[in-house]
Every structure is written in C-alpha cells, then in structure tokens.
C-alpha cells in the first residue's frame, strides 16, 4: 500500500492537537449529525410502534433486533470488503442509504400505509448500512491520524457520540410529544445526509489496495481475522466480555421505553429525557477516559469501567414514579460513564495493536460476537417480558450485566497496568 497523503500539513503538527486538523473535524461533525439522529430513532422508533401503530411489547424488542441482526449475518464478509474497498465512498453511500430509510416512515405514514413490518425493513436496512459505516470508520480514523492522536480521537468521537445518547432521545421525546414520533424520524434521515456532506469535503486520500489483496480469497480472508482475534489472549477477552455485557446492556434496553410507558405511565417527553439523563455519564466518561488511562494505566482503566457498567446496573429496576426516576437515572449514568472509558481505551488499543490490513477483519470479528448477541438478547427480553412481565425482564437483564465485570478477571488483564503495543509474535 502506498502511504496516504494529507490536504493540508498544518492539520498534523503535534502541537496544533485535533481541533486544528481540517479532515479530522469533518469526520467529527459528520459523525457528530448521524450520532444524534441515530439516537433519536432508539426513541422514536419503539415510540411510532407503541403509540402509532399500538405494538406489543415482543415487536417493540424484535424492531430492536433487527437493527443489530445485520452483524450476525454479513458481519464477517463486511469485514473482509472493508479492508478491499476505499473506506469513504463506503461511508457515504452508508449514509444515503440510511437517509432513505428512515424518510420512507414519515412518507408511508402521510398515505396512511405505515406497518410494523416497514418499521422493521427500515430497521434492517439501516442496520446492514450500520455494519460497514462502522466498520469502515474504525479503518478510516487510522488513515486521518497517527498513532499517537488515536486517543484523542477517539476519545472526542466517543465524547461526542456519547453527548448524542443524552441529545437524541431528549429531541425524540420533544418532537413526539408535540407533533408525533413519526416527525422525529425526518430530523434522522436529515442528519444522514448532512454526514455525507461532510465526509465529501475530506481531502485525505486514502492508500490504495493492491490488485492482489483484492484477488484473494474472500472465505480466506475472513478466516484470517477471526484467526487473529481467537489466538490473541486481550482481544479475545475483551470480545467476550463485550458480547456478555450487551446481552444485559441491549435486554434491558429493548424493552425500557415500554416499561416506563406502560408500566410507569410516563410521558413521551419525560420518557425522552429520562433516556438522556441515564445516558449523559458517558459524556463525562469519554472526557475522562486517557486522563483515567494515563493515570492507573490502560490495563486498569479497563477494569475500572467493566465495575461501572455492572453491578449500577442493578439501581434500575428500583423505577418509581416520581422521585423513584432518580434510581434509573443514577444507574445509567454509571453505566453510560462505563461504557464510555472503555470504548475509547479499547478503540485506541484495536487500532494500534492490531497490524493495519488487518484492521477491518479484526474489528468487525469482535463486533460479530459483541453486536451479534444484541438482536438475540433484544428477543429473548421481548420474549421474557410477554410472558412474566416487562418488570421482569428487567430485573434479569440488569442482574446479568451486574455479573459481566468478573469476565475480565480470567484473562491477562488483571495482571498488568497498561495493555501491549503490539501482539507478542510481533
């Protein structure tokens, strides 16, 4: 591959940092846009099902599924056409894709045509544009910058994308509580094409794939990413312990909006803003993550994280009307601070330890266990909750994310302060 030229040398002197890198910040403002409109469709969506077409609360958890079924099913050889293909034609046509996804809800609606099973077509697709922008974006950030900014990349990417878990649901809740859920999904497929305008106006010119590499075998090629994840002792673990925390993280989830709508009778609107209080602890969580990192070491800040992903979990079945918010609010604010230090930490370290053109099969064989897990739990808490109670689902989804930290225990984390370089055969 031959080495990617940058538009502009100002953007990567090491003292200018990555608010004064022009590529950079195109990136940051198109994920910026998708981030928000995405977390406005975890609210609206299930909210068009409920209170539009009256769904119960198995289709409201099977709309969840299938936004995530796509990693199950074409993960591995997204993977594998990621690492052949240039990354930023693949992340705009993911966005156009997505935009017109999401428009057809509204448009359906106008005709009086919307059904459940448009909700989840929409759901799919943009579930499958989901599995290569993501992946495609995890290649992409290495090519922009150099090691050395990948956390800081990182970490302003998670900050931002955490920020939108607060913004997103709190607009869903307004939009629907004045003009209807379905509104709500206008602004979404608005910021899908704002993303792609950004990304067009990036000047950096990627490294070209050579004609070999994309004349090899595609089965051999994914072969070789999952090869590297199963042998290698870190990524191995923190796979599995990612695919164990989203079975907890996605149940509860899946079925929250109909537990505080049907259960505590809440608002649309307080609904939204409660969604966004239990997800603003990551805001704090990316903007404390290399300094947490850099302090007790990339080993231990991991560790740190997996103890508050897990057992806050258990505040929020204790949901009450009234002050009893506050149990739910707290526990995911927890979380959300969890989560956020370890994406980032463990973002940076995939991308450093992990050799390049390997990148994309890499991240997307941990994505396929970590993701792949999140449509079946979405379903086995749909399923729970039909037959003993949405209350109940809850309760076991949160007891099991409690339970997840203890995973990284067994591995080789526990006896180190900061993660590897580069994999011992290196």
Known sequence: MTTATRGDPSDVRPTAGLLRHRDFRLL?????????????????????????LDAGTFQVAVLTAAAWLPWLLIGLPAGAWVDRLPRRPVMVICDLLCAVAFLSVPLAALVDRLTVAQLLVVALSAGAAR?????????????????????????????TQTVSYVVGPGLAGLIAQLIGAVAALLLDALTFLLSAVFLLRIRTREPRVRPSERSRSLRRDITEGLRFVIRD????????????SNIG?????????????????????LVGGLVGVMSAGGIIGALLATTVA??????????????????????IPLAAPGVGLAWPA?????????????????????QTYTPHHLLGRVTVSMHLLNYGTIPLAAVLAGAIG??????????????????????L??????????????????
């Open 386 to 407: 039909a037959r003993y109670g949405v209350e109940t689902a809850i309760v076991g989804m949160t007891a099991w994310l409690a339970l997840t930290p203890m995973i």
């Open 249 to 269: 993280l996605t149940g509860y989830q899946a079925v929250l909006v109909v537990f505080l709508v049907r259960e505590l009778r809440l608002e649309p609107g």
């Open 131 to 159: 599995v290569f922008f993501e992946t495609a974006d995890q290649v992409y950030l290495p090519v922009l910058l150099r090691p050395g900014q990948l956390p800081e990349g990182n970490a302003k990417l998670q900050a």
């Open 28 to 52: 940051w403002a198109g994920q910026a846009v998708s981030s928000v409109g995405s977390n406005v469709t975890t609210v609206a969506l299930p909210l068009v099902a409920v209170a539009v």
């Open 330 to 350: 707290l526990g995911g604010l927890l979380i959300g601070l969890g989560v956020a230090v370890g994406n980032v930490v463990k973002g940076a370290f995939r």
């Open 294 to 315: 850099r302090r007790y070491g990339t080993a231990r800040a991991l560790l740190i994280a997996a103890a508050l992903t897990g057992p806050p979990a258990l505040l």
């Open 409 to 426: 225990l067994v591995g080789p984390l526990r006896r180190r302060r900061d993660l590897p370089a580069a994999p011992a055969a290196s």
């Open 233 to 244: 002792p870190y990524l191995r673990v923190l796979t599995l312990f990612g695919a164990a």
